[in-house]
């Protein structure tokens, strides 16, 4: 089982090279996590950009070019579209986002006729966290994309983040629905819909894990917390995966582990066609190398 991100890359050098492709990457920091990702072995990749800047950027910062294949496309736009279009015609197993902005990216994997959406699927945000004081990794969701998801996407939520931790080894992964309360107050939409979830695994309706909800954030990840409420869960004090009730709880967890706790982090979006790695243009080199290695790693899945 993976307790570490960087287990995830030494997990890659082992397994077949996926094939990323970067959307409109001409700034140092896209080319040197995809640079780093190159030379530790874990993928290939395409660069669709403006070829000068690429040549440039990779001048500047000593990246050997003849690593990558380069997709000329000098609009920002136009070059998500063609990373997509690499993707429909075979020549990608993950998407990443460049200097393009977040709309223009979203909007060529969103589009309803040459997009990477099949029909009905839920875009969800799955962050992979390595917490210095957890004793494993987290999988959460849904941290940046769905503002209040309701209870069909906080399924196929909960079957994302399943997934996610079957990639890393957990067999049958730990998920806490998180809400305010580990009582369920029929008041609480979020207690409603953990409970109805946790029944629903119960039942066999969600298939390979331990689900169980609703869950304080405290129960699920404190074992002595759980203790003192005297809680009989197979995940509470335990979790491997958190299902958040909305965005700005995700959102507020997220950044408070990433700022003040200093986690380290891979993340990606799940329920397009292929993984597609949404990391901000401020992200750290180490984070959006995560980031690949992460979508790697359930590409190969």
Do not use: W
Request: charged fraction near 25%; hydrophobic fraction near 45%; aromatic fraction near 4%.
């Amino acid at each position: 089982m993976i307790t570490r991100l960087d287990q995830v890359i030494d997990k890659l050098k082992s397994n077949e090279k996926k094939r990323l492709v970067a959307a409109y990457a001409n700034d140092s920091h896209t080319i040197g996590a995809v640079n780093d990702a190159v030379e530790l072995g874990i993928v290939d990749a395409t660069l669709v950009g403006d070829q000068a800047e690429i040549e440039k950027t990779c001048k500047e910062h000593n990246f050997d070019i003849s690593r990558f294949t380069i997709v000329h496309e000098p609009n920002e736009l136009k070059a998500a579209q063609k990373a997509v279009e690499l993707i429909n015609n075979g020549e990608g197993d993950m998407i990443m986002k460049g200097l393009v902005s977040t709309d223009k990216y979203m909007k060529a994997i969103l589009n309803k006729e040459k997009g990477l959406m099949p029909p009905k699927a839920v875009l969800t945000h799955v962050t992979v966290m390595e917490n210095p004081n957890y004793h494993k990794l987290l999988v959460v969701s849904d941290v940046a994309v769905i503002p209040l998801p309701d209870l069909n996407q906080k399924i196929a939520i909960t079957n994302y983040v399943i997934k996610v931790a079957q990639s890393l080894g957990i067999e049958k992964p730990k998920v806490a629905i998180i809400a305010a309360s580990e009582q369920v107050l029929p008041k609480m939409d979020a207690c409603v819909d953990a409970a109805i979830i946790s029944k629903m695994a119960d039942r066999g309706q969600i298939k390979g894990a331990y689900v169980d909800g609703p869950l304080a954030i405290d129960v699920a990840i404190d074992k002595e917390s759980a203790e003192i409420k005297k809680l009989d869960s197979m995940v509470a004090g335990d979790a491997d995966c958190m299902v958040f009730p909305n965005i700005e709880s995700g959102n507020v967890f997220y950044k408070v582990n990433t700022k003040l706790a200093k986690a380290e982090l891979g993340a990606m979006v799940m329920g397009a066609k292929v993984p597609a790695i949404l990391s901000s243009r401020g992200d750290s080199v180490k984070t959006k190398l995560y980031s690949i290695a992460m979508a790697a790693l359930v590409a190969s899945k």
